[in-house]
């Protein structure tokens, strides 16, 4: 097997002068020839071999160690003269190929027939096949494949088609495929056609399970893909059983660079007729500086179960920084997707998403759960820090999605989140969608006491943008966006802090959405809804909006340039059934529009030929905003439905007409227990209390007269 490193002479020489010392199924080596006898006598001596390797510098290249026996191969360096003691370094032990070809070639064929290589250098191979460095395989027809350990080794300036440093594989075709465990390892300056650094693969090609893959505290830099996935390339992968998951923590995979696609980490595990993908999960692993010309600079992460159920996908406490993609997903592509069956649930924890590009859309964190047929997984984003992304067309920080075309689509709900500095075209900060396409449920949105500051779209929705609703199905879901602090952020078009914008032209169901206990202050809008900016419109008879309900918000200090600066609410169902706007104890000061109309909040209720929602403004304090032209305050629109404004203060607020508020459009408006000073239009019925009379503590919106439906 192994006949090209001397010449015949040599080998003679060397065999008299330097035997292999061997005691049973142990092997001691100490030269390059010890270690070739040593491999071939292990192939076909019917035992589990260990071969120990002294400490040195080895000129080899095609060593093959290739066995059908179904027994064991565990190849360890560090060992000191004699193999009388051990220190465990891989750089005291260098097995060095000198770009003659492929260094080592360990394959193993049979029942549980295990490798494990530990303890060693392996630099400067190459191979037009697959591992430059190291190639390691396990196989079984009808058996339990092998597992392959690889650990504590170094890797440098290895080149291959696959697997420039190392190409793992373990296979079987009706029972499970071995694992693969990768820990401890260095990757530096390899490279390959697809997996710069490393290819690990465990698969099944008929009814059995795929094995899974650990990948635990390496160090994976500087290598190149060609094609794709520069840092690494894992897959679990079966035809007709189970995937196996794959796990990646404490490792540090940066400055890779792929010309085509995933310059970072690629992660699959995927079945295409069994019951189950497996998990996919990342901990504590750092992924920075990575490039590629395509798609996906940081992390590829995908899950499919095309007729069963797609796996999960967790992240937790990763730093995911500086990664560029020349196409979509500078920093983590996460995707779980069924086809007939439930796809996967995606968590995100804890984890650090910064400074990440992506010259197409999604510079920061794409997530998103699709099941054609089935349930589409949740997501949970909690307590993670996106901050300084940035996609030229689409989503800088953060797009999160679930959605089933004929089952129901899942529930999205972020957490403690801290979305800073982000820049898009559309999208700068948030983007949180559920969505059932043809029938079924959509899921619930919560947005819940996260930070979201300074984020940027050239075009609509800088802060925080959301959607949730179902095309022939029976529930939008409901949208609650609470206790947010939405600042400075700023867009060149609409909405700078929230924008909610849903085109519903088929039968179905658009969620409610509530805004409540947020801090929305400081934002900035080019063209209207320098705060809020909520849009909904049906085109339909069979469709059906939700509500939009406004409560103990503070939306301080926002600007339009155009119209609208603090809220613009507008709910428009030119056939079908339109929602309420519900406006409720909100504080809305010191907007402005400063270039057209209404500083404070623009409300419409809107129908064509269906049924109109109504409007409910109480209990709100509505001061110091400025427009342009008129309204200041309020400006409300009438459209064959019912405006109710109870117990407000609406006051102090600047315009050239209808400083405090603006009544227009056909309807019955009713106000009762207000305080304002100018207003144009008039009430259908009204109880006007006038300025002034307040008490000395403070005006106060609290009332115990009037109608009765607000008593």
Request: with cysteine; charged share 10%; aromatic share 10%.
């Amino acid at each position: 097997m192994w006949r090209r490193l001397f010449t015949a002479v040599l080998v003679v020489l060397l065999s008299a002068l330097l035997p292999v010392a061997s005691w049973g199924a142990t092997f001691c080596v100490a030269n390059e020839l010890g270690l070739v006898n040593a491999l071939d006598t292990a192939e076909n001596n019917g035992e589990n071999d260990t071969i120990k390797v002294v400490q040195g510098t080895y000129d080899v290249w095609g060593l093959d160690y290739s066995s059908s026996e179904g027994r064991n191969i565990t190849l360890r360096g560090g060992y000191t003269a004699g193999c009388a003691s051990r220190v465990l370094n891989p750089a005291n032990t260098v097995l060095d190929g000198n770009n003659a070809g492929r260094v080592l070639y360990l394959s193993n064929n049979g029942d549980s027939a295990d490798i494990l290589i530990e303890g060693f250098t392996i630099q400067n191979g190459t191979v037009s096949g697959d591992g430059g460095g190291l190639s390691a395989y396990t196989s079984s027809d009808t058996g339990t494949g092998g597992n392959i350990t690889i650990q504590t080794i170094i890797l440098t300036g290895n080149s291959s088609s696959s697997g420039g440093a190392v190409y793992a594989s373990t296979g079987t075709n009706t029972a499970t495929a071995g694992d693969i465990s990768v820990t401890g390892i260095t990757a530096t300056e390899n490279a390959a056609s697809y997996g710069g650094g490393v290819y690990l693969r465990s698969y099944c090609w008929s009814t059995g399970n795929s094995g899974s893959i650990l990948f635990t505290d390496s160090t994976i830099t500087g290598n190149t893909a060609y094609y794709s996935s520069a840092g690494g390339y894992l897959e679990s992968y079966s035809s007709g059983g189970r995937a196996g998951d794959i796990s990646l923590t404490g490792n540090i995979v940066s400055e890779n660079t792929a010309y085509e696609s995933r310059g970072g980490i690629y992660a699959s595990s995927y079945t295409y007729s069994g019951p189950a993908a497996g998990r996919i999960s990342l901990n504590n692993n750092t992924i920075a500086g990575n490039l590629t010309y395509g798609d996906a600079g940081g992390a590829y992460l995908y899950n499919e179960a095309n007729d069963g159920t797609a796996g999960d996908i967790n992240l937790t406490a990763n730093i995911i920084t500086g990664n560029v993609a020349w196409a979509s997903y500078g920093g983590v592509y996460a995707y779980s997707y069924s086809n007939a069956g439930s796809a996967g649930d995606l968590t995100l924890t804890g984890n650090t998403v910064s400074g990440n590009t992506a010259y197409d859309s999604n510079g920061g964190v794409y997530a998103y759960s699709y099941s054609n047929a089935g349930i589409a997984g949740d997501l949970t984003l909690t307590g993670n820090t996106v901050s300084g992304n940035t996609a030229y067309n689409s989503n800088g920080g953060i797009y999160a999605g679930s959605r089933s075309y004929s089952g129901g689509a899942g529930k999205v709900t972020l957490t403690r989140n801290t979305v800073t500095a982000n820049t898009a075209r559309y999208n700068g900060g948030i983007f949180a969608q559920s969505y059932a396409s043809s029938s079924g449920s959509a899921g619930d949105l919560t947005l819940t006491g996260n930070t979201i500051s300074e984020n940027i779209a050239y075009r609509s929705a800088a802060g925080v943008s959301v959607t949730s609703y179902t095309e022939e199905g029976t529930i939008g879901g409901t949208i609650l966006i609470a206790k947010n602090d939405i600042t400075g952020n700023i867009s060149y078009s609409q909405g700078g802090g929230v924008y909610v914008n849903i085109y519903f032209y088929d039968p179905g169901v658009v969620a409610d959405i509530t805004l409540s206990g947020n801090t929305i202050t400081g934002n900035y809008a080019q063209e209207s809804g320098g705060g809020v900016y909520l849009y909904y419109y049906a085109n339909d008879s069979g469709a059906t909006l939700g509500d939009m309900i406004l409560t103990n918000n503070l939306i301080l200090g926002n600007t339009s340039y155009g119209n609208y600066g603090g809220v613009y609410a507008y709910n428009y169902a030119y056939e079908g059934a339109g929602g309420d706007i519900k406006m409720t104890n909100n504080i809305i000061a010191k907007n402005k529009s400063t270039a057209s109309a209404t500083g404070g909040a623009y409300l419409r209720a809107r129908v064509n030929t269906g049924t109109p929602g109504d409007v409910i403004v109480t209990n709100n304090t509505v001061t110091d905003n400025t427009a342009l032209n008129g309204p200041g305050g309020l400006y409300l629109y009438m459209d064959n439905n019912t405006v109710d404004v109870y117990n407000n203060i609406i006051r102090g607020n600047t315009a050239p007409w209808a400083a405090d508020i603006q009544v227009s459009g056909t309807g019955t408006a009713n106000g009762y227990h207000n305080d304002y000073t100018d207003m144009s239009g008039s009430w259908t019925s009204s109880g006007h209390r006038k300025p002034g009379r307040f008490p000395a503590s403070g005006p106060s919106h609290a009332s115990t007269s009037g109608p009765p439906s607000v008593r």
